[in-house]
């Protein structure tokens, strides 16, 4: 599997990590990972520690998970992007939307 | 007690199988072993005798006539090999085969008719 | 256990007793029956009546066995028609034979009724899968003709809203494929009535249909602001709305608009999203780069979007240079990205500025091996104003009645002249006189200026000098958005008065703004030529409309322009 949710015990933090190539494939697994909860958590992490590529099919799943996920209103951070990845997320001016480290 | 000439198991599949076409079948067989005979006979060349024995050896196992089928597969395979007198001693070892076992078929074909 | 569908099933053997016996047992076993005696026989029966499965001897009169089995494969075509060979033959040379001719599979003679049907059965689940895979193949290949026809009609459809511009101009050189619309990427140019030039280098999400759908209301939008005198601000901030309106959310697009103003040497800058573009200056050799510094269109509503603009001046031959992804994102055999560094490797090894995008065409397939289709580069030059023009606009009224003797005046205020740009209005209104249609280019220019002059240098209270050199001219453009966005007092009027003469008409603009005014005097002074960073553009006004004139300390401009009704 490509995309590994974790959700904490007090359901209120979810995790989601992609690895491999974040593109197009993922688009069913992605969503899946957060539509299917019970309980909508107060605060997303998606962890891209292991994610090689990104491209703009993935920028689209990070918008419709940031819309699920209350628009504005939602508290997403996108953590552990390697070089490359934070590039693309820069360029594309991401870093207005969501907490990227 | 199995007969050596003609395996009784088969004759039971092919009495179940083929039902009230059973005598016709047995009929057929042995009008076509009939012919065959003539033209194992009258041939001279190996590769006819040898398309004959083939066609033979085939209903002959069909029928359950495994010795008849034997010695067709032997006529089949070692045609061009042998001496004519060996050919002359195969072809009356496979008429006096069909002698043996053509009983048994006409017996099968009488008692069908009967049930 | 699935039951066996009955088939029809061609049994071809020249023993008679041998055919009987397989007829009733492969009929026992709920099929139907067709039966030949030699190999002329199957092949004609076959052709006759299409059995589904053949059972084949392989030593047959007339015909044998193999030949029949390699006409009844010929003329099955794709479909598959399993040949099973009933054989006593046991040399592998033989069994080899049943197999080249196109056999399938074997019976052994004597017959195994429980192995026939087994043989069967697995044959026809086979012949099935064939047949599902032929009839896929056959809707896949409808489907595709389908798609590709409705990719022509949208394409055709395109082609006519993307030519509605500017690209052929002079001052243009673009490469783009021919599929380019269908990779996303979209490349527009429009003439603004007053002369000035807007270009948009835009890469939709997705690929295909989807993107093209989206690049159509993007292009309309793009061309009708334009067109009517809408600044870059005011187009970003509506094709931004639109996109959002319409597309789903995880569908945004990219891009790069610039506006370039032949008159006041500048360019004005906006990139969403877009790799760096870069700003050629011919007599330093430098290459600024335009960095994105927003969102791609279509992500944000209308309160969060951010439509602030860059400024940068240009000298005349300086050129604006935008690419898509798809040169940086090329990639070699090793997966290795050609990559921004690459780039700049060939920027700084271009001799000729006109063969840059050779160059760069080279440096990629030199790296990848291959041309790539799929990119989009545009370089804009800037010349001197006098040699860009636009085209005539086009009106759609049949010109009978027109207003020809009436006056109007506005008074925008505060917070309106922060949001509100009343150009395009008033170039409309004033447009509805036919009489003024042939000057609307310096109609525009003129109010343009006027109204550009009362807000920055009058209401805001701006030193035009500060434009003399490049890091004044960003500081000027700072400060002139910050003023405007703490701006609550301040007002700029405009008294249109349109009057019957003669032949034809006279039409007074007056512009007036709160603030300090200037030395009128001293800037008349000033010879009448084209003043180039600094300056209020008063020579322009001078230049293009009639009896231009300063009152009120400079916080008052007059300026008229005539007309004669051609006989």
């Known amino acids: 599997m490509s995309v590994v949710t974790e959700v904490s015990p007090d359901k209120k933090k979810l995790t989601i990590a992609v690895k491999g190539r974040f593109d197009f494939g993922r688009h069913q697994e992605f969503r899946e990972s957060y539509e299917r909860l019970d309980k909508k958590p107060e605060s997303i992490v998606v962890d891209l520690k292991e994610a090689a590529y990104l491209d703009s099919s993935a920028l689209g799943m990070l918008l419709l998970l940031r819309d699920h996920a209350g628009g504005d209103e939602s508290d997403i951070r996108v953590v552990n992007s390697s070089s490359d990845v934070k590039k693309i997320l820069a360029i594309s001016n991401f870093d207005k939307l969501f907490d990227i480290s | 007690m199995t007969d050596p000439h003609v395996d009784r198991d088969v004759l039971d599949t092919l009495r179940e199988v083929m039902e009230d076409g059973y005598p016709e079948l047995l009929e057929t067989f042995l009008a076509d072993s009939e012919s065959r005979l003539h033209e194992l006979q009258d041939s001279t060349s190996a590769k006819v005798l040898s398309d004959v024995a083939h066609s033979f050896k085939g209903s002959a196992s069909n029928m359950g006539a495994v010795r008849l089928a034997g010695l067709c597969q032997d006529l089949e395979s070692n045609a061009k090999d042998k001496s004519p007198e060996a050919l002359a001693q195969l072809d009356a070892d496979i008429h006096a085969e069909f002698a043996e076992v053509r009983p048994v078929y006409e017996s099968e074909k009488h008692h069908a008719h009967i049930h | ?567």
């Open chain 3, 1 to 567: 256990m699935q039951a066996q569908e009955p088939l029809t099933i061609l049994i071809a053997e020249d023993s008679a007793a041998d055919r009987l016996l397989l007829s009733t047992i492969v009929r026992r076993q709920g099929h139907q029956v067709l039966t030949a005696g030699n190999g002329a026989e199957a092949v004609h029966t076959f052709k006759e009546q299409q059995p589904d499965l053949v059972l084949m001897d392989a030593l047959m009169p007339v015909m044998d066995g193999f030949e029949a089995a390699r006409q009844i494969k010929a003329l099955a075509g794709d479909a598959l028609v399993p040949i099973i060979f009933l054989t006593s033959l046991s040399e592998s040379e033989a069994l080899a034979r049943c197999l080249e001719a196109g056999g399938d599979d074997f019976l052994a003679k004597p017959y195994n009724q429980v192995i026939l049907a087994a043989k069967i059965k697995a044959m026809d689940r086979l012949r099935r899968l064939q047949a599902t895979v032929l009839q896929q193949r056959d809707l896949i290949a409808r489907h595709h003709d389908y798609l590709l026809n409705e990719q022509r009609v949208a394409k055709a459809v395109f082609d006519k809203v993307a030519h509605s511009g500017c690209l052929s101009a002079p001052n243009i050189r673009y490469l783009q494929s021919p599929y380019a619309l269908f990779n996303g990427d979209l490349l527009l140019a429009a003439y603004t009535p007053a002369g000035d030039m807007h270009v948009m280098l835009g890469d939709f999400t997705g690929h295909g249909l989807p993107a093209a759908v989206g690049a159509m209301p993007l292009a309309e939008v793009f061309y009708g602001m334009t067109a009517k005198g809408y600044g870059l601000t005011e187009t970003l901030r509506e094709m931004n709305a639109k996109l959002k309106r319409i597309l789903p959310v995880d569908m945004f697009c990219c891009a790069t608009l610039l506006c370039l103003s032949f008159q006041s040497r500048s360019v004005e800058v906006w990139n969403g999203g877009m790799p760096d573009g870069y700003l050629h200056r011919m007599a330093s050799g430098e290459r600024v780069p335009l960095p994105a510094r927003h969102l791609p269109l279509g992500i944000l509503s209308a309160q969060a979007f951010d439509d602030r603009t860059d400024v940068y001046p240009m000298a005349v031959d300086d050129r604006v240079f935008l690419l898509s992804d798809g040169v940086i994102d090329t990639c070699d055999a090793n997966d290795q990205l050609f990559g921004v560094e690459r780039l700049q490797q060939v920027f700084a090894a271009n001799r000729e500025p006109d063969r840059l995008f050779e160059d760069i065409e080279q440096a990629l397939r030199d790296f990848r091996g291959q041309a790539r289709d799929d990119v989009s580069m545009v370089e804009v030059s800037l010349v001197e104003s006098a040699q860009a023009h636009g085209a005539a606009p086009v009106y759609s009224d049949s010109g009978q009645s027109c207003p020809l003797d009436w006056s109007a005046s506005f008074e925008f205020r505060g917070a309106t002249l922060r949001r509100f740009n009343p150009l395009p209005f008033l170039l409309q209104l004033l447009l509805e006189v036919h009489g003024l249609r042939p000057q609307s280019g310096a109609l525009y220019s003129v109010i343009a200026e006027l109204y550009s002059n009362a807000l920055e240098h009058g209401v805001l209270g701006l030193d035009s000098r500060l434009k003399r050199d490049a890091t004044g001219f960003a500081r000027y453009y700072e400060m002139r958005a910050a003023r405007l966005e703490s701006l609550q007092d301040g007002y700029v009027r405009v008294h249109l008065q349109v009057q019957p003469q003669g032949e034809g008409g006279r039409l007074i603009i007056r512009v007036e703004d709160s603030g300090e005014g200037f030395d009128v005097a001293r800037v008349m002074e000033r010879p009448l030529v084209n003043v180039r960073l600094s300056g209020r553009g008063i020579s322009l006004i001078r230049q293009l409309g009639r009896n231009a004139s300063w009152s009120d300390q400079g916080r008052s401009a007059s300026v008229e322009f005539f007309w004669e009704i051609e006989a």
